[in-house]
């Protein structure tokens, strides 16, 4: 189901000094995870990255997502302590229009080198909040069984 | 599996039928070829929400509509209108976007080719820009001559093809010589070079002329001068560019070759049989021949290298009755041997999906099955991967008109 992200995965996604790492599946199965830091939230609502690489492994991984329903996994963790994996659906790849050829200019006034094959566009579909607090409450209160015995213990 | 009768009401799987037997094919593919199978109807709401400033209009017998669109993953469907009795997919612009409509369902989103800067413009002498180079999403389109020696001198063009009758259509329409002049067309490509990342490949076709002290040297020559004005625009020897041309000796190859920028060469044999390339294709039997158009294809190999060679086949057309395969099993049979034994040598083959258009001698007929075409795509794809060959120049961005080569996206 596609979800709305709030504003604190916006802020994150925006934030400049975030890591962000996409992570896709090849034809088998095998995980491929990278930074892409071109990862940024599109007008739409939806998450946007750049491919620069039309033959890299990640834009084939893309082109298969699309094509076979297939989701991809967002990971986005900032040196403060935040941290969310998102994971979506590939939707849609613009190779040509104006969200193309705006993103392309941007790139080229950029790195002179620089080339664009696609904008992706990813649905959100779930957001983790990955930070280790949070994940350690949770785990506390879904699963009490999961703790080693000395850490209950009398002092 | 029966192939095509001339009957014109169809009698088909339905397309969720079809391709629930080919989970490993990707739907938006063979949506695709179904829709260039089965042609559009774009709606009046559809026709209305056409922007002329923002979208390709084509004119096609008179008819003016959008020129082709995209589908979401970037996969380009060129498809023409059909008549009803053809069961043709709606367009609709329903909710803000334009959709693809099957049996009253929508079934997917599309977005309409983007009209380039350039189509405004004239050239310095006057011609439109437009008609003289074309744009697809990606690609700089030349049909640099509306004359085919096979068509027009000899009455012995291939059976398929409206293109000598549509282009003189166009040339009659816009006042544009039967042959474009270098000079036109390199001002236009310096134009629409302006538009940075518009497009990635230029494409020059156009018919067969045999003429020349050796055969075909007035082709070849026509190319080489028209290929060399549009490298004056490029700071690098070399230029993305696919030349669809006919079969040249090895002699005209290297002289190609050496004397332009061209990056890749092309020369489609349509029909991979030889028996109905003779019945399909009598001005290229008669000219040529099938077994030496395969053999100056691999010269071609030797010249530009592998990867850098390919042959187009008008996929289905070999089972047009009445001489054509009767069985869909049999043509797939003989055009994927075909297809491995040339990728065998280096040359690679794509696949348009025949859609008879008026204008051509098999106007009438109708196509085989979406079933076929799931199985040729998949099955030269296979082809090209098992012999390591790339299709980089005609793949979905730089051409977007070969199923089998949109599943190279994935190679």
């Known amino acids: 189901m596609t979800i709305r992200l709030d504003p604190d995965v916006a802020d994150l996604l925006a934030d400049t000094d975030t890591i962000k790492i996409l992570a896709t599946v090849g034809a088998d199965g095998a995980p491929h995870a990278v930074v892409k830091q071109s990862i940024h939230l599109g ?113 | 599996m029966v192939c095509v009768s001339p009957i014109r009401l169809r009698n088909e799987a339905p397309f969720t039928e079809v391709v629930a037997g080919h989970p490993e094919f990707p739907l938006l593919i063979a949506l695709k070829i179904d829709v260039q199978r089965r042609g559009l109807n774009y709606t009046r709401r559809a026709m209305d929400a056409v922007d002329p400033a923002r979208h390709q209009i084509y004119m096609w017998e008179g008819v003016a509509y959008p020129h082709s669109m995209l589908l979401r993953d970037g996969t380009t469907i060129l498809a023409y209108p059909q008549p009803r009795d053809r069961n043709p997919y709606d367009v609709d612009f329903l909710d803000g976007r334009f959709v693809l409509i099957d049996g009253g369902e929508v079934v997917e989103t599309v977005d309409l080719w983007p009209k380039p800067l350039y189509y405004d413009k004239k050239t310095r002498s006057g011609l439109p820009m437009k008609e003289v180079v074309s744009a697809r999403p990606q690609r700089l389109d030349i049909f640099a001559s509306s004359f085919c020696h096979f068509a027009h001198v000899d009455d012995q063009g291939c059976q398929f093809c409206p293109l000598p009758h549509h282009h003189s259509q166009l040339r009659e329409t816009y006042d544009l010589p039967t042959r474009l002049k270098s000079e036109d067309v390199k001002e236009c490509i310096a134009e629409a070079l302006k538009e940075t990342g518009r497009f990635t490949n230029i494409h020059i076709t156009g018919g067969s002329v045999i003429k020349g002290h050796e055969m075909l040297d007035a082709e070849l020559d026509y190319y080489i001068k028209l290929l060399r004005a549009i490298g004056e625009l490029f700071a690098t020897p070399r230029f993305p560019s696919q030349l ?168």
């Open chain 1, 43 to 155: 007008e739409d609502g939806n998450i946007h990255y750049l491919e620069r690489l039309e033959s890299s492994v990640t834009n084939k991984n893309m082109v298969r997502s699309i094509w076979f329903n297939r989701t991809v996994a967002i990971t986005l963790a900032h040196g403060d302590g935040r941290s969310v994996q998102i994971k979506g659906r590939p939707v849609k790849a613009h190779i040509t229009g104006e969200l193309f050829l705006r993103h392309y200019r941007a790139a080229r006034a950029g790195d002179p080198e620089a080339d664009l094959a696609a904008v992706w566009v990813i649905e959100p579909q779930t957001v983790t909040n990955q930070n280790a607090r949070a994940r350690r409450e949770a785990e506390a209160a879904l699963h009490p069984h999961f703790i080693h015995l000395d850490r209950l213990a009398r002092a």
């Open chain 2, 244 to 411: 669809l041309a006919s079969p040249f000796s090895e002699g005209q190859l290297i002289r190609l070759r050496e004397q332009t920028g061209l990056g890749s060469y092309t020369s489609n044999i349509e029909v991979l049989d030889e028996a109905r390339f003779n019945w399909i294709c009598p001005g290229k039997a008669h000219h040529i021949g099938y077994r030496e158009w395969k053999r100056r294809l691999v010269r071609a190999v030797e010249v530009f290298g592998r990867g850098n060679v390919g042959t187009g086949i008008v996929g289905g057309v070999e089972t047009a009755p009445p001489h054509g395969f009767v069985s869909e099993s049999d043509a797939l049979r003989a055009t994927l041997d075909e297809a491995e034994d040339l990728a065998r040598q280096g040359v690679t083959t794509v696949h348009t999906v025949w859609a008879p258009q008026k204008g051509s001698k098999f106007h009438d007929l109708k196509t085989p099955s979406l079933d076929y075409f799931i199985r040729l795509a998949s099955g030269l794809q296979a082809i090209r991967a098992r012999h390591g060959l790339s299709v980089d120049f005609d793949d979905y961005r730089r051409c977007g008109n070969h199923p089998d080569s949109d599943l190279a996206r994935l190679q």
